[in-house]
């Protein structure tokens, strides 16, 4: 099943996930990749630790199987970096599938060499302290996004999406028709239709007309 999803999604952008989804789904706007890859998919292995505190980082290292995104709760912390270069190469060796950190990372120019899909928000030299126990395989939020272990990261030079694991089946369908949607759009639009007309915005304009801007102006009241 997984390897099944897996190779369905080399043909669906987190964009499409996240129309699917009802435009929902996506980790904030400066969650970026700083990577040389920036195609990454597989169910998340999460883990939050304590602010500016990399010591339940190794572990997780330890513990994320083969194919997992550790999906990691820096609780926003931008000026400590949890994790760098060292890290990405063990993450890498293990076959993890990637890595996505509501906080920072250093060794930014090891990282842009390397093939393993890194995802952070920012970088910051300073490393992080190694006193405090966190916890790994719970739900966590991370970049705005709410994470529980098995639900699906996917992202790319846009950003992040996370899909529930119960929704990851409905979702994927309903992108692969919008996929082909999109394509045809883009077959007329490039024989010179014109986007309005295709996707009616001059109909629904007129409609807001009739109805009025305001959810109230849409009320039919019941005889």
Not at 7 to 15: F, T
Not at 90 to 107: F, H, Q, S, T, Y
Request: glycine share 10%.
């Amino acid at each position: 099943m997984r390897a099944e999803i897996l190779e369905r999604l080399k043909g669906v952008r987190p964009a499409l996930l996240s129309d699917a989804l009802g435009k929902a789904g996506a980790m904030d706007h400066d969650m970026r990749c700083w990577s040389a890859n920036c195609r990454v998919s597989g169910p998340a292995f999460t883990l939050r630790v304590h602010t500016a505190d990399i010591l339940m980082v190794g572990k997780a290292l330890s513990e994320c199987p083969s194919g997992y995104v550790l999906v990691i709760d820096g609780q926003g912390e931008l000026n400590t970096a949890l994790w760098g270069g060292i890290t990405t190469i063990c993450a890498r060796l293990k076959g993890m599938a990637g890595v996505v950190i509501d906080g920072a990372i250093r060794d930014v120019a090891e990282i842009r060499r390397d093939s393993l899909p890194v995802f952070a928000r920012a970088a910051v030299p300073n490393a992080g302290g190694v006193e405090y126990r966190g916890e790994t395989g719970i739900p966590i939020q991370c970049a705005g996004a709410v994470v529980c272990p098995e639900d699906w990261i996917v992202g790319d030079e846009d950003g992040v999406v996370v899909v529930p694991a119960a929704r990851m089946e409905s979702t994927l369908e309903i992108a692969e028709r919008l996929r082909e949607v999109e394509r045809e759009i883009q077959t007329q639009v490039e024989q010179g239709r014109d986007v309005a007309e295709l996707l009616r915005y001059n109909e629904l304009i007129e409609n807001k007309k009739r109805t009025g801007l305001l959810p109230q102006m849409r009320f039919v009241p019941k005889n």
